[in-house]
């Protein structure tokens, strides 16, 4: 039984499966956007450049791995492997494979979305940890920035809780076999725990803290070699990780139509379907706008999505 | 500006030489509070060619051929304007047929600058898609540009006397064909510009350049007439047909980075009409007059309305196969000092980081068509262009 346990924690649905699908992702979100632009993406590496991503990490695993002279060598060299840990921790409570993550209690919806922030105040920390003018200006942003969208994807997290009237990812999974989220008064929580995740992400038009025109690469500017080849597989996590939340919270996640004997297929396909139809809605959102400026960015969200995310609440507590 | 507390409250940014939003060598030095620049410092220079001086060195056929590749993107600009300042030293009448191509050509290099510049003004404000769309379509010009001249890029249709080759009936149908293209897709732009919400908010209002001070800092080209100066030397001063080929000189009254992308759009409209007249009014008749090798004693100024502005180039010759002396004078050097002006905050206008990529960008910058060397010596005042032995003693 235990040993069964770890097999799945390091296989399926846990690290290997992890890190695969995120590879997959960032392939998916490169050729969407791609085509979205009128290009054609990643080509040569792979069938359509289906590996691209993993030659990228690789080619960055052989690189060579400096930190730069007036760094904060301890945390600028513990950032990169604490981020990975928090995305994987992330993601072990995603209901992959059945109604159920890997990890499940009672309350694990809350401790998924604290350790999102947490990734958020790593990339502070390396941000600042960093000696370069463009990081420090990029970790400054980014924790503007998660003052601003942090409340949204709280708030819309919070509807869904209050509509279904648990804490529990399980919870949330089982309540939706009635009728998945999106359809309902939560369709405005959506909307807003999409935009919210593109903050979340640091993509445009919110990808102010990396900006690569004005500071760069913003706090990523110093990281090289393995350090970067981990910051970016994190990121790569962290994307599958929200796209995926997406779907769980809204979408019904691993729900479908089930023919008896074959769920352990079934679920994995469902699940990774209606997240990339998560996955859809970001790239689009990615390639349809300029990047904003910071103050416009937390003007944005504080003027507009916070109230709107504060009266979805209140409407989705009075509805329910 | 007193500092009030113990910590650093202004910081420095270098931007450049090497720097992702810019593709060309220049030093920007910001002094920034938190998100706002304070104050702005500009150093160019880092990629001094010594074209003058090399051209001072070669003869008039050797340096049409130097005088293209001052700049990649104005390189018609540039062989037309040194054309011109040849043809000035003789006193000859260029034939009709050579003057409607060189504004044909010209004018077709503007639309692909312009586009260019589209491309990477939206690309400086995380605008990709934008980016892309527009480099799509700028292809076709470059197309039509290698089917007139047989180059892509450095067209090198200009020559002492007028025109290298002679455009055919056929070149002509395409051209206009694609021109009814570029329409189109251009005022797709134009809306897209107009409508998008991110564009407005990263671009109205942004390098803030009043009518006043554009003149006062001699800016040039589009960055000008985006500050509602009507200036234009196609209209003012012109050369080759421009007094023939009918056009309107764009102005906008908005004086910020939008106003250029405006101007820069509407120019590309202007443009497309001028092919089109260019095509349909073109003589027939030869492309191209037979002059002397050595040109007579004297000198010449000739002005020319690059796509990113006034350019001048002057020549002295002494009657031998070699010019004495050779001065080019690039647009790019007369908007630094509006730049400067741009990226200064005072009172209400305030420059954040984030602006300072997309106001570079919209004086459209060309530094390595902009490095001359002017030896300033501050305690004496005085300003003189140095030799070569100045310069490599001034170097150890």
């Known amino acids: ?320 | 500006m007193s500092v009030s507390s113990s910590y650093e409250r202004f910081f420095d940014i270098p931007i450049g030489p090497q720097h992702p939003a810019l593709k060309e060598p220049l030093f920007l030095k910001l002094i920034v509070e938190g998100e706002h620049v304070v104050a702005a410092d500009v150093d160019v220079s880092y990629t001094h060619r010594g074209i003058e001086r090399a051209m001072q060195e070669r003869n008039y056929v050797q340096n049409i051929y130097l005088a293209e590749r001052i700049c990649g993107i104005c390189n018609v600009a540039h062989t037309l304007c040194y054309c011109q300042n040849v043809e000035g030293l003789y006193d000859v009448e260029i034939p009709s047929r050579a003057l409607y191509i060189r504004v044909l050509v010209e004018e077709l290099a503007r639309i692909h600058s312009h586009l260019l510049w589209l491309g990477v003004a939206a690309h400086e404000i995380g605008f990709d898609t934008l980016f892309m769309y527009v480099w799509r379509d700028r292809e076709i010009v470059m197309d039509l540009i290698e089917e007139v001249t047989g180059n892509r890029v450095t067209s090198a249709i200009n020559t002492i006397g007028g025109v290298r080759r002679d455009v055919k009936p056929e070149t002509c149908d395409k051209c206009l064909k694609a021109m009814d293209y570029i329409e189109e897709r251009t005022k797709y732009y134009k809306r897209v510009c107009k409508t998008d919400p991110t564009i407005a908010a990263r671009c109205v209002g942004v390098g803030i350049l009043k009518p006043d001070e554009a003149v006062r800092l001699c800016a040039v080209g589009p960055t000008l007439r985006a500050s509602n100066v009507k200036y234009d030397v196609r209209a003012d001063d012109p050369y080759a047909v421009h007094d023939e080929v009918p056009f309107n000189v764009i102005v906008y009254d908005t004086n910020d980075s939008f106003g250029r992308i405006l101007v820069r759009i509407d120019e590309i409209f202007e443009s497309i009409n001028m092919v089109r007249y260019c095509i349909k009014h073109m003589p027939s008749g030869p492309v191209r007059a037979r002059l002397r090798l050595n040109p007579p004693v004297g000198e010449h100024l000739s002005r020319v309305e690059a796509p990113r502005g006034e350019l001048v180039h002057y020549v002295k010759s002494n009657g031998s196969e070699k010019p004495e002396r050779y001065k080019v004078r690039t647009p790019t050097f007369e908007n630094l000092s509006a730049l400067c002006e741009m990226l200064t905050s005072k009172g209400n206008y305030v420059v954040n980081i984030a602006d300072v990529p997309v106001v570079f960008a919209s004086i459209d910058p060309c530094l390595s068509c902009t490095s001359r060397v002017a030896i300033l010596d501050s305690e004496r005042g005085k300003i003189w262009i140095g030799s070569l032995e100045e310069l490599k003693r001034l170097k150890r």
């Open chain 1, 1 to 320: 039984m235990w040993l069964e346990h770890l097999l799945s924690v390091f296989t399926f649905p846990g690290f290997l499966f992890i890190i695969l699908i995120a590879f997959l992702y960032e392939w998916i979100d490169r050729k969407l956007y791609a085509t979205f632009q009128n290009r054609v993406g990643p080509w040569v590496t792979g069938p359509s450049g289906f590996l691209q991503p993993i030659a990228d990490f690789i080619k960055l695993l052989t690189k060579e791995d400096i930190t730069p002279e007036g760094a904060d060598t301890l945390i600028f060299q513990c950032v990169p492997v604490f981020a990975l840990a928090v995305a994987f921790t992330c993601s072990l409570f995603l209901p992959v494979s059945g109604h159920k993550g890997l990890v499940s209690f009672e309350g694990d919806l809350i401790i998924a979305i604290t350790l999102m922030t947490l990734l958020s105040i790593m990339f502070f920390y390396a941000g600042l940890s960093s000696p370069s003018r463009f990081s420090i200006v990029g970790a400054e942003r980014s924790m503007l920035q998660l003052l601003s969208y942090e409340i949204p994807l709280m708030l819309s997290i919070a509807s869904v809780a209050v509509s279904t009237g648990s804490l529990s990812i399980v919870g949330v999974v089982e309540a939706q076999k009635a009728g998945w989220l999106i359809i309902g008064p939560n369709i405005l929580s959506f909307i807003i725990f999409l935009s919210a995740a593109q903050a979340e992400l640091e993509r445009i038009p919110f990808d102010v803290p990396e900006a690569e025109t004005e500071i760069v690469a913003g706090w990523l500017t110093e990281f090289s070699g393995r350090k970067l080849a981990l910051l970016r597989l994190t990121k790569d996590v962290e994307l599958f990780y929200l796209s995926s939340l997406a779907a769980t919270l809204f979408l019904g996640g691993p729900l479908g139509p089930i023919i008896p004997g074959f769920e352990w297929l079934l679920h994995p396909v469902y699940f990774t379907i209606k997240s990339l139809v998560a996955l859809f809605s970001l790239s689009l959102f990615r390639s349809v706008f300029a990047r904003l400026r910071v103050d416009e960015v937390v003007n944005f969200l504080w003027k507009y999505i916070i109230p709107l995310s504060v009266l979805q609440f209140l409407f989705v507590r009075v509805v329910v």
